[in-house]
């Protein structure tokens, strides 16, 4: 199975600055056959179920904010957003799909300072 | 607008069972994949089960094969989890989710609002 790890566990933004939060899985999700890295994040507000932010790493689903941004490939990647907002506060996780059984990460939560 | 509406849920004891259902609409239930995923209190999400269109693919997790059994009836666009010999480790939220494709397993792109299951000893 697949192993996906996240970093941190939590953080603290003051409102209007960066957050940043890393997944590593334990082997590559990027395929070869078309180049593309099985990567999704959710958002998870408090008392609701997740919410698709990226799939494929990178692609922003329909309705998400740009100061969302989602990156990496291979084994490392990043969820950052570039101007926190007090609605943004909520449980982030990495899941990939490349192999069954699906894996999530442990999730961060984003907290403001 | 897709809706996905799970039921089944509550305190059940320890070696019992419990069978949940999700109940979906907004969409063409029958040309995509579905899963159950669950969230321990204050914990991380782990994926359960897994079910292809068409019935023909399903996985399980290991912590719950043999144990668990997804099923699902595309005539009444609903999702089901029979859920066997439980235990205290399977006390969570149950989402039911669905996927972006038929029969391979990627991205979850909705989500309903889950169903407590509670497993007393």
């Known amino acids: 199975d697949i192993v996906m790890t996240q970093s941190p566990d939590s953080l603290a933004v003051s409102l209007g600055e960066r957050a940043t939060i890393n997944c590593k899985s334990s082997?590559?999700?990027?395929?070869?056959?078309?180049?593309?890295?099985?990567l999704a994040w959710y958002q998870q507000k408090p008392g609701q179920p997740p919410k698709l932010l990226f799939y494929w790493a990178s692609t922003r689903e329909a309705g998400v904010p740009d100061r969302f941004s989602g990156s990496g490939s291979g084994t490392d990647f990043t969820l950052t957003i570039t101007s926190l907002q007090a609605e943004d506060v909520a449980l982030y996780s990495c899941q990939q799909y490349y192999s069954s059984p699906l894996t999530f990460g442990p999730g961060t939560k984003v907290d403001v300072e | 607008e897709v809706q996905l509406l799970e039921s089944g849920g509550g305190l059940v004891q320890s070696g019992r069972s419990l069978r949940l259902s999700c109940g979906a609409s907004?969409?063409?239930?029958?040309?995509?994949?579905m899963h159950w995923v669950r969230q321990a209190p204050g914990k991380g999400l782990e994926w359960v089960a897994s079910?292809?269109?068409?019935?023909?693919?399903?996985d399980y997790a290991d912590s719950v094969m043999g144990r668990f059994t997804i099923s699902r009836d595309n005539a009444k666009s609903s999702l089901y989890l029979q859920m066997h010999t439980l235990r205290g480790d399977d006390t969570a939220l149950y989402y039911c989710?669905?996927?972006?494709?038929?029969?391979?397993?990627?991205?979850?792109?909705?989500w309903g609002q889950g169903t407590l299951v509670t497993v007393s000893s």
């Open positions: 079910i292809s269109w068409n019935s023909d693919t399903i």
């Open positions: 082997q590559s999700l990027l395929k070869s056959s078309n180049n593309k890295n099985y």
């Open positions: 989710a669905k996927d972006i494709d038929s029969s391979r397993w990627h991205y979850l792109d909705y």
């Open positions: 907004g969409f063409n239930f029958h040309d995509y994949a």
